[in-house]
């Protein structure tokens, strides 16, 4: 089984508040990115990794990610938005790979054995996520106001890694753009192509940086771990 990884490191970062992108930015002295990668490296089952990223960095930097980091095969130029990125990375994909893993970059907790539970899952589903069970009260609002509590039974919180088949991926980007349809992850792309998707269990500590907060926690986390 050849199993090819998508990680996606594209976005600007403007909700962290940062002039650096977010990937890049520092823990324990190394790029968010730099973790992620780590913990991709290490994975027995991850034959490879297209790396997608902002199109100034690619041309700046897309050598010295190739030079770093035997695992990354090629670095390619992200989209408008997440999908579009994503299926630049899928066009980079090797042929005669059988499943493509699609990873956050700046998910630096993902493990490798999370990683191996997705990957095999969808070689025997076609399709897994990794996922978290909706813990806290849900209340839907209007104008500030609460309009409802909302029941948090069967609903789940989506992470990534995230792993298809090869083929049934190719079928949903076809689908998706034919019909012009964005999905926010690409099991929902999966199941607008009508098939099921497995969840795997992800863990609450597979954080996404997405603020300024999730980075003092990201350096916590890390002083813990090591």
């Given at each position: ?51 997608v990223m902002p199109q100034a960095d690619v041309g700046a930097m897309r050598e010295d990610w190739l030079k770093k980091y035997e695992i990354v095969r090629e670095v390619v130029v992200g ?17 005669g790979t059988d499943i493509v893993v699609v990873h956050d970059g700046v998910r630096p907790f993902t493990t490798s054995k999370m990683i191996t539970a997705t990957v095999e899952s969808a ?104």
């Open positions: 089984m050849k199993v090819g990884a998508i990680i996606t490191a594209a976005g600007r970062g403007k909700r962290i508040g940062t002039s650096v992108p977010k990937q890049f930015l520092k823990i324990q002295g190394k790029p968010l990115l730099h973790h992620t990668l780590t913990v991709f490296s290490s994975c027995k089952l991850i034959d490879y990794v297209v790396l989209g408008e938005q997440r999908q579009d990125s994503v299926y630049n990375g899928f066009n980079s994909i090797e042929k070689q025997q589903h076609g399709a897994a996520i990794t996922a978290i069970p909706v813990s806290d009260t849900l209340k839907q609002a209007l104008d500030g106001f609460v309009e409802q509590t909302v029941s948090r039974d069967r609903l789940w919180r989506v992470q990534t890694p995230q792993a298809f088949r090869y083929r049934l991926l190719q079928q949903a980007f076809k689908k998706a753009n034919k019909d012009s349809y964005y999905g926010t992850d690409e099991g929902s792309l999966i199941e607008y192509l009508g098939e099921r998707v497995k969840i795997v269990s992800g863990s609450e500590l597979n954080i996404k940086i997405t603020r300024k907060e999730d980075l003092v926690l990201a350096e916590s986390l890390f002083s813990s771990i090591k």
